[in-house]
């Protein structure tokens, strides 16, 4: 048995098509359907909430460019992970692959689960409904935790695209497909709904009273908008999954990103056509009160039915890449040798696709959705600055590097996103230190297990 798991490897099924739907089917879930809300209490005026947009979608786009280069260079499972390992060594892979596992991409999943519960409660407001409380002081105003029926609904989705996931990377990739296919019509629709089907409203101009305004709150806007654009980066964990890495990755980053951003211009523009900014922040679900006001009471329940539509394609797609970067870090000796076992049959990493999805369905249990939010974002570009600036040491590092796709715009592109993701980290801490650092702490925690799986490199658990 143990035989068997050293030469399992993971196959390389996925197309470009099945790349691209990656990016898109990720990066667009629930954000786009909720954060404009917090996006106009931050800021105030419409045309600031734009700009927001553009900025964080140039700014995405400047690190989809930055990762064409390195996943074109090294087209292997886990992403960043090889980033990083590559560029400062493998003390930095470890820490990207304990924050992704513990943090990063599970809060992701377990934010994208609690969106769709939010959106599912349209039809059934019982789920909103208090199912029973945990007695630790993580509710509102340090109080007990509240667990609603939503929550417990959203954990039994995590787990069962958890479960679709181990039975191969071409099953979950095809259901990746057709659900994006899905999604991006049905946004489609409520794009076109918006824009032709109001005469706009009349105070168009009018913002916000109320807003935090300046830096402060547009940087916590941003914060906003970046996780409504997270998930671009997702498809460089597959990397060894894809047919003609050289090739498709660097298609399907690039285009896929700059598809997300225009249509999310174009959805935030239906939004303000048909909502005043007041309204837009008095909204929960701004899709669907648009949708209500144009369409009537159908509108908001098809509005409802593609939100969760789009963060099922989004939950698919994250839980079919996150678990690649524990396979991979436990594929180097630095993690749980479990993690690093591939099925024979199905040639995906079962066990990693599991932990994953049950360790996300426990942090459903912990806050609310602005919550979770927060708590992805602030350790997540930590990294994904680091990981942009390897570009920029490995062209040092390593000149004479195969490098099949170089970075438009070097140094300025990376060099940029670099900045941004400084200063984005500051405002997070400065803005939310609580979730912050807990974020922090999570990390931290992983350094006594780097130090013992150090000592222990010699015992390679497979060779990939």
Request: contains cysteine.
């Amino acid at each position: 048995m143990a035989e068997a798991r050293v030469v399992t490897k993971l196959r390389r099924d996925l197309g470009v098509w099945g790349a691209a739907s990656i990016v898109v089917g990720t990066v667009i879930g629930s954000g786009i359907f909720l954060v404009p809300k917090r996006m106009i209490l931050e800021v105030g005026d419409p045309w600031m909430v734009f700009a927001v947009w553009v900025f964080g979608g140039v700014l995405s786009l400047a690190g989809a460019l930055t990762y064409a280069e390195l996943a074109a260079m090294m087209p292997e499972a886990g992403g960043e992970y090889n980033y990083l390992r590559a560029a400062y060594g493998p003390f930095w892979g470890f820490l990207y692959g304990w924050t992704q596992m513990w943090v990063a991409k599970s809060g992701s999943i377990a934010t994208l689960a609690t969106g769709f519960f939010y959106y599912l409660a349209n039809f059934r407001p019982e789920l909103e409904n208090v199912a029973f409380q945990i007695p630790i002081p993580l509710g509102d105003g340090g109080g007990p935790l509240d667990v609603r029926m939503g929550q417990l609904l959203a954990i039994c989705v995590i787990l069962a695209l958890g479960v679709l996931n181990c039975f191969g990377v071409r099953v979950g990739g095809g259901v990746q497909v057709g659900v994006t296919i899905l999604k991006v019509a049905l946004i489609g629709g409520i794009i076109g709904f918006g824009l032709l089907g109001s005469a706009g409203v009349a105070d168009g101009g009018a913002v916000h009273v109320g807003a935090t305004g300046g830096m402060a709150g547009f940087f916590a806007a941003l914060v906003a908008a970046l996780w409504a654009y997270d998930g671009w980066n997702n498809v460089s964990m597959v990397s060894s999954e894809v047919k003609d890495p050289q090739r498709n990755l660097p298609r399907a980053l690039v285009y896929g990103t700059a598809g997300v951003v225009v249509i999310y211009l174009l959805t935030n523009l239906a939004y303000f056509h048909v909502l005043s900014a007041d309204e837009v922040a008095g909204a929960d679900r701004v899709a669907a009160t648009m949708m209500k006001r144009v369409a009537g009471a159908w509108g908001a329940d098809a509005v409802s039915i593609a939100a969760m539509i789009s963060i099922f394609a989004a939950l698919n797609g994250s839980i079919l890449s996150g678990s690649r970067v524990p396979y991979a870090l436990a594929r180097d000796g630095y993690f749980f040798k479990r993690f690093a076992q591939v099925s024979e049959t199905h040639a995906t990493p079962g066990f990693s696709i599991l932990a994953m999805s049950g360790w996300a369905a426990v942090l459903v249990l912990s806050g609310r959705y602005d919550q979770l939010l927060t708590l992805v974002i602030f350790p997540s570009w930590i990294l994904y600055g680091m990981a942009t600036a390897a570009v920029m040491v490995l062209r040092r590092k390593l000149p004479d590097a195969p490098r099949p796709y170089r970075t438009v715009g070097y140094p300025v592109v990376p060099v940029l996103f670099v900045l941004v993701a400084g200063l984005l980290v500051f405002f997070t801490l400065k803005n939310s230190p609580r979730e912050s650092l807990l974020g922090l702490v999570l990390i931290a925690l992983g350094l006594p297990f780097y130090w013992h799986w150090r000592g222990k490199k010699g015992e390679k658990c497979v060779s990939d």
